[in-house]
């Protein structure tokens, strides 16, 4: 290739040169020597020497732009904005409102850069209370696994269940059901996680501070860590797995005279079934079980050494390539079969909450979906207690890019 560039690059100089060369109105004496017009033309050598730095330029140029051109293929920038309508029943029985209003409830904006044997993650969530790190992601790809598997470490999504790592982008309902919130506020914590797989098995499991980003302390409160993990499998048409999670959270009850490191403990089960039966559109089957000890963030002395267990069922029917419809029932009992109370015709705010919610979804293209959900909770009462008014009806709109 080299050879040809040179090769053309003196042709077309000795074409140009050939040209000049050539009779015009003369500008000089006719009696001028000729000899000088000779001298004044560069050799073949030289010739070759100038086409030769041209090409060595033109190679020096192009290996700039590979480099360039590799490194940006590295790196990738995503994210999306979720930009809601809610409208919640009042709650005048109870002394307050309810409320209608528009809000951003996210702004994710990730970049991720790749390479061969490294990865680097770094996600922020932008929203009117302020500009929040989500996830910030430092990933090695075990040698000679072929980057089945790696080792993580930074501030990183629990590897536990299936709706709390999964993505909120991809998630049907607008929000993850009550028994999650409960058990795994926030999804992230700051610890170190391995990740693999080998062929239809899957393998989470890691070491983490257990507090939580959303537990309102920045760094851990003690000496002790807790871990976390998840063996899964994935048949592609069913997918499942169990999950454990063991630790401590220090705490004062009421009758403690100093902190006491209370057990923080989470046993879970999932299963997610895809079925292509229905000539309208595929349908899924998603339900994952929790139950557990000391929930609601370490912070949270109410829910020290308390025993709970929830679970959630959802079923999606796609219609055609843009429509989708959807149910889901999710139950928390934050006492775990205790008795229910009221106090003054309010139910307890630890009685069990059953809650149905009914989701109407379309795509607009593969960038843009609209949802409409709305969510009726019930609130286990006894005696004269009323349930809560509080259905909620959400419309969201996402776009990402």
């Known amino acids: 290739m080299r050879n040809l560039l040179v090769a053309l690059l003196t042709l077309t100089s000795s074409a140009a040169l050939a040209q000049s060369a050539e009779p015009q109105t003369p500008a000089v004496s006719e009696t001028q020597p000729t000899e000088a017009t000779a001298a004044a033309e560069p050799t073949v050598d030289e010739r070759m020497t100038t086409a030769?730095?041209?090409?060595?330029?033109?190679?020096?140029?192009?290996?700039?732009?590979?480099?360039?051109?590799?490194?940006?293929?590295?790196?990738?920038?995503?994210?999306?904005?979720?930009?809601?309508?809610?409208?919640?029943?009042?709650?005048?029985?109870?002394?307050?409102?309810?409320?209608?209003?528009?809000?951003?409830?996210?702004?994710?904006?990730?970049?991720?850069y790749t390479t061969d044997l490294a990865q680097a993650m770094l996600q922020i969530d932008a929203t009117p209370s302020g500009v929040v790190l989500k996830d910030a992601e430092a990933t090695l790809f075990i040698p000679g696994t072929k980057q089945t598997w790696s080792l993580t470490a930074g501030q990183t999504k629990w590897p536990f269940g299936y709706e709390a790592p999964q993505s909120s982008s991809d998630r049907e309902f607008p929000e993850r059901s009550r028994v999650i919130r409960a058990f795994l506020p926030g999804e992230r914590d700051r610890g170190v996680k391995l990740n693999g797989r080998y062929d239809f098995l899957r393998l989470n499991i890691g070491v983490f501070d257990g507090n939580g980003t959303d537990s309102g302390t920045v760094q851990d409160n003690d000496k002790d860590k807790d871990v976390i993990g998840r063996v899964g499998f994935d048949l592609k048409w069913i997918a499942g797995g169990v999950s454990g999670w063991y630790g401590d959270s220090l705490g004062k009850l009421a009758n403690d005279e100093f902190r006491t490191a209370y057990k923080r403990t989470r046993i879970g089960a999932d299963l997610q079934v895809y079925l292509d039966v229905l000539p309208i559109g595929g349908t899924a089957l998603k339900g994952e079980f929790i139950a557990g000890k000391t929930f609601g963030g370490a912070n949270n002395a109410t829910n020290l050494n308390a025993s709970a267990h929830g679970y959630w069922l959802l079923l999606v029917q796609n219609l055609g390539l843009s429509d989708a419809v959807a149910v889901r029932f999710d139950s928390f009992d934050a006492r775990n079969g205790a008795p229910n109370v009221e106090a003054n015709g309010v139910p307890g705010a630890n009685n069990t909450v059953n809650t149905v919610g009914v989701l109407v979804q379309h795509y607009f293209g593969e960038n843009l979906k609209v949802s409409a959900v709305y969510e009726i909770p019930m609130t286990a009462k006894v005696a004269d207690a009323k349930d809560p008014k509080d259905n909620l009806f959400t419309l969201q709109m996402q776009a990402r890019f």
């Open 52 to 112: 030769e730095g041209k090409v060595a330029a033109l190679e020096e140029q192009n290996a700039t732009a590979q480099s360039d051109l590799s490194a940006l293929k590295k790196l990738k920038i995503s994210g999306y904005i979720q930009a809601r309508y809610q409208y919640q029943e009042s709650l005048d029985d109870y002394g307050t409102g309810g409320f209608s209003r528009f809000t951003v409830r996210r702004g994710r904006l990730k970049a991720t």
